[in-house]
């Protein structure tokens, strides 16, 4: 059986998870460098945050991996593992929003685009595919990015988010429905 770079990629994982849960820094280190890029990527998608924020959530989502390592049972591959706790620490973040709500809205954040900001600039007209999804409410952007990026089906989306399938699907709807016309205002 040839040997692919996915199960050369996993069977150094192992290596490495088996060292760090023995308490190896250095190999927690590397698979904070093999994993960090997906990591911080799905974190962002979901909550929107880019910069300082999506990194300060992506140390969070290692520092609970650190500590849970002792436990991995090796059921999964660790990158699959590692991405679960990622979305979770995601979703938490959504969850703790919810309590938060003083602050500025995704929404409003997209309102503002076109118009001049405190020093006289006028923000970019032009946005991807990426500014177009952190910009959608949180619900909305969290069941996209799990069902569409993530491959979730929408009966876990509803028991991860606390909603039923149906909300799920609305919100699904309501996401691309937002995101098109977000992304047609561009052209």
Same mark, same amino acid.
């Given at each position: 059986?040839?040997? *692919?770079a996915a199960s050369i990629e996993v069977?150094?994982?192992?290596?490495?998870?088996a060292a760090a849960a023995a308490?190896?820094?250095?190999? /927690?280190?590397?698979?904070?460098?093999?994993? =960090?890029?997906?990591?911080? &990527?799905?974190i962002a998608r979901l909550v929107g945050y880019h910069? @300082?924020? =999506?990194?300060?959530? *992506?140390?969070? =989502? /290692?520092?609970?991996?650190?500590?849970?390592?002792?436990?991995?049972?090796?059921?999964? @591959? /660790?990158? *699959?593992?590692?991405?679960?706790?990622?979305?979770n620490t995601a979703l938490m973040e959504l969850r703790g929003r919810r309590s938060r709500p003083f602050e500025d809205s995704d929404e409003d954040a997209f309102?503002?685009?076109?118009?001049?900001?405190?020093a006289g600039h006028v923000m970019a007209l032009s946005m991807d595919l990426e500014r177009a999804v952190a910009t959608l409410p949180p619900r909305a952007r969290a069941v996209l990015v799990l069902y569409d990026v993530e491959g979730?089906?929408?009966?876990?989306?509803? @028991?991860?988010?606390?909603? =039923?399938? &149906?909300?799920s699907k609305a919100q699904l709807h309501r996401a691309r429905s937002l995101l098109r016309s977000r992304l047609g205002e561009q052209a």
């Open positions: 059986m040839p040997d *692919t069977d150094d994982d192992r290596a490495l998870v308490g190896g820094v250095a190999a /927690f280190e590397a698979l904070y460098r093999r994993h =960090a890029g997906r990591v911080q &990527g799905v910069g @300082a924020r =999506a990194e300060d959530l *992506t140390q969070e =989502a /290692f520092v609970r991996a650190w500590q849970a390592l002792p436990n991995f049972r090796f059921e999964s @591959a /660790f990158g *699959t593992w590692l991405h679960r706790l990622a979305v309102e503002l685009i076109g118009s001049a900001d405190s979730w089906k929408h009966e876990e989306i509803a @028991a991860e988010l606390g909603m =039923a399938v &149906g909300s």
